[in-house]
C-alpha cells in the first residue's frame, strides 16, 4: 500500500477554482485512485475515480465541473474543480486500491471552502 498526503485545499469564492494534488509514495500507474468528500454531519461520497488503464467515473453533482488526472511521473493524482459552488464545500480525500491490497489507502484530507 501506498502513503497519500493530500493539498491544495482552501478558501475560494462561488464560481472559482481549485486544484487539489495527491501525492503518494510510490508508483500508482497500476493502482485505482480517487477523490472522495465529507461535509459536517454527512457521508463520505465519492467525487471522482481513475483506474489503472486510465479510465474516468464523475458522480452526478460534479460532471461537466472537475477533472481527474494523474501525473505517474510524480506519483501525482490530482482533482480539478471548476465552477465550485457552497455545496461543495468539504473534506477531500484521496484514496488508492489495488488488486491484492486487503485495504484502501486514505490521505488526511484537504478542506475546501467555497463562500462569498
Known amino acids: 500500500q501506498v502513503q497519500l498526503v493530500e493539498s491544495g485545499g482552501g478558501l475560494v469564492q462561488p464560481g472559482g477554482s481549485l486544484r487539489l494534488s495527491c501525492a503518494a509514495s510510490?508508483?500508482?500507474?497500476?493502482?485505482?485512485m480517487g477523490w472522495y468528500r465529507q461535509a459536517p454531519g454527512k457521508e463520505r461520497e465519492r467525487v471522482a475515480r481513475?483506474?489503472?488503464?486510465?479510465?474516468?467515473n464523475y458522480a452526478d453533482f460534479v460532471k461537466g465541473r472537475f477533472t481527474i488526472s494523474i501525473e505517474n511521473a510524480k506519483n501525482t493524482v490530482y482533482l480539478q474543480m471548476n465552477s465550485l459552488k457552497p455545496e461543495d464545500t468539504a473534506v477531500y480525500y484521496c484514496n488508492a486500491v489495488a488488486m491484492g491490497w486487503p485495504t484502501s489507502s486514505w490521505g488526511q484530507g484537504t478542506q475546501v471552502t467555497v463562500s462569498s
Open positions: 510510490g508508483s500508482i500507474s497500476s493502482i485505482n
Open positions: 481513475i483506474s489503472s488503464s486510465g479510465n474516468t
